[in-house]
């Protein structure tokens, strides 16, 4: 089948309808309760283009990444609000909050074992959800935030956190040896040379963002061409293996997801519901409709679901959930 040529804006709204039409059929089959006719609708529409069966992998993927208790058709009717499933197109959307002892469920989203065994042998880490607050030998104090891990390592010529996945908040404490040994955060772009500071670190996919609150940091990345860089306080950068960024004032919500709050400063609905996902198992979007819409506020992140209550008393929006662990944000 011929590929049709999609702007970025409708190929995003084109997967999410798909990831959507996926999660539906997902409930339909799991429930139990199937029809023959359900399942053959279903075989066409897995087969009526290679999107679809990319969309039921990303479905079944993130299922597989969360501890699901096997299903019975009692269960599935009582977990789904429907006392009969109907056809794929009248599929009763669940009220996502009276499923909300359900969402505890939840593991790493990564299916790539080499990563997850590597994460399970990380000096630190913590789960989707979870913030953990460090302290090291020397009294760094370190916030670990949540889907996190990383690497301790002390020397005789250096003090060394490697970041594995995730993101860091440190707060480095003076070296009580003579001569002082330099704190160094490595990445995989690059390393990181603390100079008496608080800073943040987050790992990307491909480079590395680096936000400076007190202090400065210098910049190293791996490409022994380029060319290290000393990032002041009140300054934001992102950098790869080969090329510094420019340089941006810092967003003070890099920082304030360690007191455990989601900052949100006129930031897109779409950014702020990628944000929160970060911090609940399962899947969490928005409809690229309302993406634009503005949210101002701090919100707790511990409690993502009743973040998603605030939203809808703020906003025109309302949470949908095709099943427990698969939400989304859509217009009301």
């Known amino acids: 089948m011929a ?8 190929a995003q709204e084109f997967e999410f309808a798909t990831l959507e039409q996926a999660a539906e059929w997902f409930a339909v089959l799991r429930s139990g309760v199937a029809s023959d006719e359900e399942r053959h609708q279903w075989y066409a529409w897995l087969d009526l283009r290679e999107e679809n069966r990319l969309a039921w992998q990303r479905v079944e993927a993130i299922s597989n990444g969360l501890a699901l208790p096997k299903a019975t058709p009692e269960a599935a009717n009582a977990a789904l609000g429907a006392a009969v499933l109907q056809r794929r197109r ?21 299916t790539d074992m080499q990563m997850v065994l590597a994460d399970l042998s990380a000096d630190h880490r913590s789960a989707v959800g979870q913030i953990s607050n460090l302290t090291l030998r020397d009294g760094t104090q370190l916030w670990l935030n949540t889907n996190s891990s990383l690497d301790e390592v002390y020397s005789e010529r250096f003090r060394s956190v490697t970041l594995r996945k995730g993101e860091v908040m440190i707060a480095t404490q003076p070296d009580d040896r003579s001569p002082a040994r330099p704190f160094i955060v ?24 680096l936000s400076v609150f007190e202090g400065r940091v210098e910049i190293a990345p791996i490409d022994a061409h380029a060319t290290a860089k000393i990032i002041e ?6 950098f790869s293996r080969t090329d510094i960024a420019a340089v941006v004032p810092a967003d003070a919500a890099r920082q304030a997801w360690s007191n455990r709050v989601l900052l949100a400063d006129n930031m897109p609905l779409g950014a702020f519901i990628e944000e929160l996902a970060r911090y609940r198992a399962g899947y969490l979007a ?11 506020g701090g919100f707790p992140l511990s409690q993502p679901d009743q973040v998603l209550l605030m939203l809808e008393a703020a906003l025109p929006v309302a949470a949908h959930a095709t099943m427990p662990w698969w939400v989304t944000v859509r217009a009301r």
Not at 3 to 10: K, T
Not at 233 to 238: C, F, N, R, T
Request: charged content about 20%.
């Open 3 to 10: 590929s049709i040529p999609l702007s970025a804006s409708s």
């Open 90 to 110: 009248s599929l009763k959307m669940l009220s996502l909050f009276a499923v909300t002892g359900l969402l505890g469920w939840g593991a790493s989203r990564n």
């Open 186 to 209: 490595y990445s995989a772009e690059g390393s990181l040379r603390a100079l008496g500071t608080r800073f943040n670190v987050r790992q990307l996919n491909g480079k590395t963002r």
């Open 233 to 238: 306080a009140g300054e934001e950068v992102e």
């Open 286 to 296: 928005c409809d690229p409709a309302i993406a634009h819409l503005r949210v101002v």
